[in-house]
């Protein structure tokens, strides 16, 4: 069966950063990974009908060329207006305390399942592993200036 899970083909996911533009020194940066719907397909395994569904169940973030510097079981989510620091699963965020030019991908496990012969969720041991573009983004250091009135 992991031969028909590679055949599968999950989409590589998107990636989006937070603030895009102006990230800031000691302010999270968000990340949330994009385009991760389930995926099934149904083919015929020695003439019986399989259809195999594969789901991302984890999420490997690749900070500034450091591996799995963040693991999650969330692909994070873009800002909606709550704080940045909600806790553990609701935003997918890294502090940073230099300026400069910083990178970021992440690589997305998918686990799965099979229908067959009345037997369903049957599970497939194994993974299939899909890994996104890196991004680039700059953050900067933001100086405070004492203005007189």
């Known amino acids: 069966m992991q031969a028909y899970l590679d055949h599968l083909v999950p989409p590589a996911p998107g990636l989006r950063v937070q603030p895009a533009e102006m990230a800031l020194v000691n302010y999270p940066v968000l990340f949330d990974a994009r385009g991760l719907a389930p995926v099934t397909a149904t083919f015929a395994a020695l003439g019986v009908p399989v259809t195999l569904h594969a789901t991302p169940v984890g999420y490997d973030w690749t900070i500034d060329g450091v591996a799995n510097a963040l693991r999650t079981t969330s692909p994070g ?14 935003y997918v965020s890294r502090t940073f305390d230099h300026h400069g030019p910083h990178t970021v991908a ?10 067959v012969a009345g037997r369903s969720g049957v599970p497939v041991a194994g993974w299939v592993i899909r890994t996104s573009a890196p991004v680039s983004f700059t953050v900067h250091e933001a100086i405070p200036r004492l203005v007189a009135d």
């Open 77 to 90: 989510r873009p800002y909606d207006g709550h704080g940045a620091t909600l806790g553990d699963g609701y």
């Open 106 to 115: 992440v690589t997305v496990h998918w686990s799965a399942s099979f229908d």
